[in-house]
């Protein structure tokens, strides 16, 4: 993990992701406005509880199973949070009014990425890179996903089912050219 990955305080607001653990811990309760009201704590807020309600179950199992089993699989979803965290850079939406500039950041179109995939049940998505200059209208971009096979489902059936989830919904949120999207099964995820 480079210090490119690692959320800076302009992308949480100001706060740590020691502080949304601890806020999330307690339930969100008492409600925190600042927390809340800020898109990038909300983005890792969600992410952090997927963590949680996919590793606690995972874990029991695979601690009963396999009790001197590494624990990198935890640090590489902690790992992609913290990139995901980041807002990154500007992805242009069009408007008729020449005036105005409407954006996304690259953590809401990893976020529609993420849904996309989630939404399908045989896969449990990693991470999501954007390559390319997605902040030029019109460049092409290259989406790098990874993810998480559902043991006994066809890779290859999957993989086409995700492509096309993404191409779908990108297709709807954002104005990207997508040139490709390139899916790497790194794990299997028993039912």
């Given amino acids: 993990m480079t210090d490119h990955d690692v959320p800076q305080p302009d992308d949480l607001d100001g706060h740590t992701i020691e502080e949304l653990a601890d806020y999330l811990d307690r339930g969100r309760a008492p409600r925190d406005p600042a927390i809340e009201s800020s898109p990038g704590c909300r983005l890792a807020l969600a992410n952090m509880q997927r963590l949680r309600e996919l590793s606690v179950g995972a874990l029991q199992r695979r601690a009963a199973d396999e009790a001197d089993r590494e624990t990198a699989w935890i640090d590489r979803l902690l790992d992609t949070i913290r990139a995901e965290v980041r807002s ?102 028993l039912p």
Wanted: glycine residues 8%; hydrophobic residues 45%; aromatic residues 2%.
């Fill in 88 to 189: 990154g850079r500007d992805v242009p939406i069009a408007h008729p009014d020449p005036r105005l500039r409407l954006a996304m950041t690259e953590a809401a179109v990893r976020g529609v990425v993420r849904r996309a995939g989630d939404a399908l049940g045989d896969v449990v998505m990693g991470r999501c890179e954007l390559d390319g200059d997605v902040d030029v209208p019109g460049a092409p971009v290259r989406v790098s996903l990874t993810a998480g096979l559902l043991y006994g489902a066809s890779a290859d059936r999957a993989a086409d089912r995700l492509r096309t989830a993404v191409a779908t919904a990108l297709a709807e949120h954002t104005e990207l050219a997508i040139a490709s999207i390139d899916v790497r099964f790194d794990d299997v995820v």
